[in-house]
Protein backbone atom coordinates (compact mmCIF):
# COMPACT_ATOMS: atom_id res chain seq x y z
CA UNK A 1 0.00 0.00 0.00
CA UNK A 2 2.70 2.46 1.03
CA UNK A 3 4.18 1.85 -2.78
CA UNK A 4 0.73 2.45 -4.48
CA UNK A 5 0.72 6.04 -2.03
CA UNK A 6 4.14 6.73 -3.86
CA UNK A 7 3.41 5.18 -7.27
CA UNK A 8 -0.16 7.33 -7.51
CA UNK A 9 1.80 10.55 -6.60
CA UNK A 10 4.23 10.31 -9.03
CA UNK A 11 2.22 9.09 -12.04
CA UNK A 12 -1.62 10.68 -10.94
CA UNK A 13 -2.92 10.39 -14.67
CA UNK A 14 -2.21 6.16 -14.09
CA UNK A 15 -4.65 3.94 -12.37
CA UNK A 16 -2.84 2.24 -9.60
CA UNK A 17 -3.38 -0.63 -7.77
CA UNK A 18 -2.29 -2.33 -4.37
CA UNK A 19 -2.71 -5.93 -3.62
CA UNK A 20 -2.08 -6.95 -0.37
CA UNK A 21 -3.11 -10.07 2.15
CA UNK A 22 -5.22 -9.49 4.94
CA UNK A 23 -2.29 -9.92 7.10
CA UNK A 24 -0.47 -7.39 5.32
CA UNK A 25 -3.15 -4.94 5.22
CA UNK A 26 -3.36 -4.97 9.17
CA UNK A 27 0.26 -4.05 9.14
CA UNK A 28 -0.42 -0.70 6.63
CA UNK A 29 -3.74 -0.04 7.51
CA UNK A 30 -2.95 3.24 8.81
CA UNK A 31 -2.05 4.22 5.08
CA UNK A 32 -5.77 4.45 4.72
CA UNK A 33 -6.74 7.44 6.07
CA UNK A 34 -3.75 9.15 4.04
CA UNK A 35 -5.12 7.81 1.11
CA UNK A 36 -9.01 8.91 1.88
CA UNK A 37 -7.81 12.70 2.71
CA UNK A 38 -5.39 12.68 -0.43
CA UNK A 39 -8.43 11.55 -2.20
CA UNK A 40 -5.59 9.13 -4.38
CA UNK A 41 -7.48 7.06 -6.66
CA UNK A 42 -5.99 3.60 -5.50
CA UNK A 43 -7.82 0.62 -5.85
CA UNK A 44 -6.67 -1.44 -2.86
CA UNK A 45 -7.60 -5.85 -3.43
CA UNK A 46 -7.32 -7.92 0.09
CA UNK A 47 -6.66 -11.30 -0.34
CA UNK A 48 -8.68 -12.20 2.77
CA UNK A 49 -7.57 -15.91 4.20
CA UNK A 50 -6.65 -15.26 7.62
CA UNK A 51 -3.37 -15.73 7.51
CA UNK A 52 0.19 -15.00 7.18
CA UNK A 53 0.46 -17.40 4.91
CA UNK A 54 3.85 -17.14 3.32
CA UNK A 55 5.11 -17.77 7.11
CA UNK A 56 2.71 -20.57 7.81
CA UNK A 57 4.34 -22.12 4.64
CA UNK A 58 7.67 -21.51 5.85
CA UNK A 59 6.64 -23.08 8.95
CA UNK A 60 4.83 -26.24 7.63
CA UNK A 61 7.91 -26.57 4.82
CA UNK A 62 10.36 -27.46 8.05
CA UNK A 63 7.98 -29.69 9.30
CA UNK A 64 6.92 -27.28 11.96
CA UNK A 65 2.99 -26.75 13.15
CA UNK A 66 1.79 -23.21 12.44
CA UNK A 67 2.44 -21.15 15.03
CA UNK A 68 1.03 -16.69 15.61
CA UNK A 69 0.51 -17.15 11.48
CA UNK A 70 -3.26 -17.57 11.68
CA UNK A 71 -6.19 -14.62 13.11
CA UNK A 72 -9.66 -13.57 12.77
CA UNK A 73 -9.20 -11.62 10.09
CA UNK A 74 -11.14 -8.17 10.86
CA UNK A 75 -13.58 -6.64 8.25
CA UNK A 76 -11.28 -4.51 5.88
CA UNK A 77 -14.61 -3.09 4.27
CA UNK A 78 -15.76 -1.72 7.30
CA UNK A 79 -12.31 -0.24 8.32
CA UNK A 80 -11.99 1.34 4.73
CA UNK A 81 -15.49 2.84 4.97
CA UNK A 82 -14.33 4.27 8.54
CA UNK A 83 -11.56 6.27 6.83
CA UNK A 84 -13.95 7.48 4.13
CA UNK A 85 -13.22 4.82 1.34
CA UNK A 86 -15.79 3.07 -0.57
CA UNK A 87 -15.38 -0.76 -0.36
CA UNK A 88 -17.39 -4.00 -1.53
CA UNK A 89 -16.42 -7.69 -1.05
CA UNK A 90 -16.48 -9.76 -3.99
CA UNK A 91 -17.13 -13.44 -3.93
CA UNK A 92 -16.14 -14.47 -8.01
CA UNK A 93 -13.66 -13.63 -10.37
CA UNK A 94 -16.56 -11.84 -12.11
CA UNK A 95 -17.42 -9.15 -9.40
CA UNK A 96 -13.31 -8.58 -8.94
CA UNK A 97 -13.40 -7.68 -12.75
CA UNK A 98 -16.75 -5.31 -12.13
CA UNK A 99 -15.42 -3.72 -9.08
CA UNK A 100 -11.68 -3.43 -9.91
CA UNK A 101 -13.35 -1.66 -13.18
CA UNK A 102 -16.00 0.52 -11.85
CA UNK A 103 -13.19 2.01 -9.15
CA UNK A 104 -10.65 2.46 -11.65
CA UNK A 105 -12.87 4.36 -13.86
CA UNK A 106 -13.84 5.80 -10.53
CA UNK A 107 -11.10 7.76 -10.23
CA UNK A 108 -11.62 7.56 -6.30
CA UNK A 109 -9.84 5.21 -3.45
CA UNK A 110 -11.96 1.82 -3.29
CA UNK A 111 -11.03 -1.03 -1.10
CA UNK A 112 -11.82 -4.57 -2.37
CA UNK A 113 -11.93 -7.65 -0.48
CA UNK A 114 -11.88 -11.08 -1.96
CA UNK A 115 -12.06 -13.97 0.38
CA UNK A 116 -9.56 -16.50 -0.97
CA UNK A 117 -8.75 -20.24 0.11
CA UNK A 118 -5.25 -20.70 2.01
CA UNK A 119 -5.36 -24.03 0.70
CA UNK A 120 -4.62 -22.59 -2.99
CA UNK A 121 -1.04 -21.63 -2.02
CA UNK A 122 -0.16 -24.87 -2.00
CA UNK A 123 0.10 -25.41 -5.39
CA UNK A 124 2.01 -22.24 -6.07
CA UNK A 125 4.47 -22.45 -3.50
Request: hydrophobic share 55%; net charge negative; charged share 15%.
Amino acid sequence: LPAAVAASLQFPDRPVAALVGDGGMLMMAHNLPLVASMGLPILTIVLTDGSLSLIRFAQTRRSLPPYGTDFASPDSTQFAAACGIAAARAASLEAVKMYASRAIASRAPFLLDVAIDLSAYEDLI
